[in-house]
């Protein structure tokens, strides 16, 4: 299994991204997808990245840009490609799009966006078809994932501050369309938190509890705080 993981946009120059509430997509989008790797790859999957460092410039204009990220994908015969962006706007909440309804991409994305929805209670903004280069011009199934509206003071502060938690949330939708098991850290406190507090419904309890938009914060400090008890 192969995942190409496409970080939004170019650092500087042509192709950069929105901007608001004193951040940058570009800045925003490479830290979701390297915390995003470093999961995937624990978890024995490989990850070919498009942009390899947060200063790396992709092409040599904007269309040229989208293309390589295509071809990087295309090249190394990914079997998924999922790009990280922030929205822009005036909007709020999160959203995923998709070349066309019907396929992979879509049973992809529906997991992704619920999982980053339960995260941190966002507004669900559904699956969406769209024309995007990046959509248009890859191979296998592809899905671009608006994470949060970076113009939104609600919605930057998240993608400000919890960024390993997006790429978290990312993971977790990918395994569970790819019905693979969870070996994360974050997965084993689950786990013992299940049994700490003799949970009959895990799921649900975990559901109410990740719309908290600390929620992985707050488990690693409950967790702490029965292995010193």
Not at 64 to 89: P, V
Not at 111 to 138: A, W, Y
């Amino acid at each position: 299994m192969k995942l190409c993981i496409d970080a939004g946009h170019n650092y500087s120059g042509f192709d950069t991204g929105a901007t608001g509430n004193g951040l940058k997509e570009q800045n925003i989008t490479f830290p979701v997808c390297q915390f995003l790797k470093n999961k995937l790859e624990q978890a024995g999957i490989t990850v070919v990245m498009t942009r390899e460092t947060l200063t790396q410039n992709l092409g040599t204009s904007v269309n040229s840009s989208l293309k390589k990220r295509a071809e990087i994908s295309n090249n190394e015969k990914c079997d998924y490609f999922i790009s990280i962006h922030c929205n822009a706007g005036g909007g709020t909440g999160t959203e995923v799009l998709i070349l066309k309804r019907g396929g992979q991409a879509e049973q992809l994305a529906k997991p992704v966006l619920q999982s980053i929805v339960s995260r941190f209670n966002l507004r669900n903004r559904g699956v969406k078809e769209s024309n995007l280069s990046v959509l248009r011009n890859t191979d296998c199934p592809a899905i671009l994932v608006e994470l949060a509206f970076i113009d939104h003071p609600s919605d930057a502060v998240l993608l400000k501050n919890q960024q390993e938690a997006f790429a978290d949330a990312v993971f977790l939708g990918v395994m569970e369309y790819l019905g693979l098991p969870v070996s994360s850290e974050s997965a084993n406190i689950r786990s013992f938190l299940t049994q700490k507090w003799n949970l009959s419904h895990p799921d649900a309890v975990f559901a109410l509890l990740d719309s908290h938009p600390y929620a992985s914060d707050l488990y690693q400090k409950i967790y702490e705080s029965y292995k010193r008890s």
